[in-house]
């Protein structure tokens, strides 16, 4: 049976494939009733070393890698470091909405690149006729000056 837990990496690039991971839970105090959150902090297995700081993972108990690591990673839930958030109705392909925004972002490039290529020719159109009116315009007195 294995059991997942949702964590925030706390300490990362230290060890090869191997990262800190800050599981909180909440209690209530015999005594006084008041809710703590107590946090326990596991070593994870991170078989290609992707996890940074601040990323909020989902991990799982497995065989045992070493002496003080059960758990390897099952899901990155969300990205810290660059706040890219994963898709939450399918955790298992993770697919990072990031491609959206990049793809939101060029159409919003293309599109400014167009309003300024329509900008320039409408400018170059109304220089040219400017132009033009004005060689009309002295070609006009010379022409009535001879």
């Not at 902090?41 to 992707?50: A, F, G, S």
């Not at 697919?95 to 939101?104: D, I, Y």
């Not at 002295?138 to 009535?144: F, G, L, Q």
Request: proline share 3%.
């Amino acid at each position: 049976m294995t059991v997942s837990l949702i964590g925030k990496v706390t300490k990362s690039g230290c060890m090869n494939k191997t990262v800190t991971v800050s599981v909180d839970r909440w209690i209530q105090h015999e005594r006084t009733h008041k809710m703590i959150r107590q946090t326990t902090k596991v070593l994870t297995h991170d078989p290609k070393n992707v996890l940074r700081t601040e990323d909020t993972v989902r991990i799982k108990t497995c065989p045992r890698k070493s002496r003080k690591k059960f758990y390897e990673l099952d899901v990155i839930l969300k990205r810290g470091w660059d706040g890219l958030l994963f898709d939450r109705l399918n955790p298992t392909k993770a697919v990072p909405l990031l491609e959206r925004v990049k793809q939101q972002q060029k159409q919003q490039q293309q599109k400014d690149q167009l309003d300024q290529a329509a900008k320039a020719s409408t400018r170059t159109t109304t220089t040219n006729a400017t132009t033009n009116a004005t060689t009309n315009a002295t070609e006009a007195t010379e022409s009535t000056k001879t």
